[in-house]
């Protein structure tokens, strides 16, 4: 079936370091991929996402990366700070389309050391 | 304000008695889905629905039904609860136009 991997599962960086989480995925169809954060005790929010068509997408400190040959996808964040300590979770839709099924990765938990 | 608003936020039971977790959007949503999330299996899709009266399930079905009679709600049932159903439970809903899932405030539920 559909499947996400994400790694690391836990990642400590010095603040105003980079931080980069690698998901996978395994349906080619496949042609949204969304990151939410968690922050302790709170729900997920989406924070970037990115669709097939696109290879590359910013929002300020986040950016997202999207090799569809290989079927990976990336969040990277730069000059890390204190508030960016959090669960990262990436997430693809399975097949073409919304069919509001969405596949979730296990979540890396970044630690940001002051 | 628009909100994804689910109750109870905690709940404590024992096994085998029925319970509902119910949810509500404002937002006029098609979507809406039900996640548990447990440590190191980060979110799994229990079931989602397109619109009233269509639903499927997800990745983690087993033990839970729900239904879709109004668009605004989606309650969880568990018929007979068992203690590997503890878990935090998150309800959201999104639109058809964009999938960006707006999470409730989760329900953590243990069951002894």
């Known amino acids: 079936g559909e499947n996400v991997e994400q790694h690391p599962s836990t990642l400590s960086v010095q603040e105003g370091d980079s931080a980069v989480i690698k998901c996978t995925y395994s349906?080619?169809?496949?042609?949204?991929f969304p990151w939410y954060k968690q922050e302790l005790g709170k729900r997920p929010q989406l924070i970037i996402d990115?669709?097939?068509?696109?290879g590359e997408k910013k929002d300020q400190r986040i950016a997202v990366t999207l090799n569809k040959t290989a079927k990976h996808f990336s969040l990277h964040i730069t000059e890390t700070q204190p508030e960016d300590s959090a669960v990262y979770f990436c997430?693809?839709?399975?097949?073409?389309?919304?069919?509001?099924?969405?596949?979730f990765g296990q979540g890396t938990t970044l630690q940001v050391k002051p | 304000e628009a909100q994804v608003t689910q109750n109870p936020r905690y709940l404590i039971t024992v096994t085998g008695k029925k319970l509902t977790v119910t949810c509500s959007q404002n937002?006029?949503?098609?979507?809406m889905s039900w996640y548990r999330q447990d440590p190191g299996l980060g979110l799994r899709q229990i079931y989602y629905?397109?619109?009233?009266?269509?639903?499927d399930k997800g990745d983690v079905p087993e033990g839970y039904k729900v239904s879709r009679k109004e668009k605004r709600n989606f309650p969880l049932i568990l018929e007979s609860p068992s203690p590997n159903q503890t878990s935090l439970y998150f309800c959201a809903s999104s639109s058809t136009s964009e999938n960006i899932q707006y999470f409730g405030a989760g329900t953590r539920l243990s069951v002894l």
């Open positions: 349906d080619s169809a496949s042609n949204y």
């Open positions: 997430a693809a839709t399975p097949g073409r389309g919304n069919t509001g099924k969405l596949i």
């Open positions: 629905s397109m619109n009233v009266e269509v639903t």
């Open positions: 937002m006029n949503h098609e979507y």
């Open positions: 990115i669709r097939s068509n696109v």
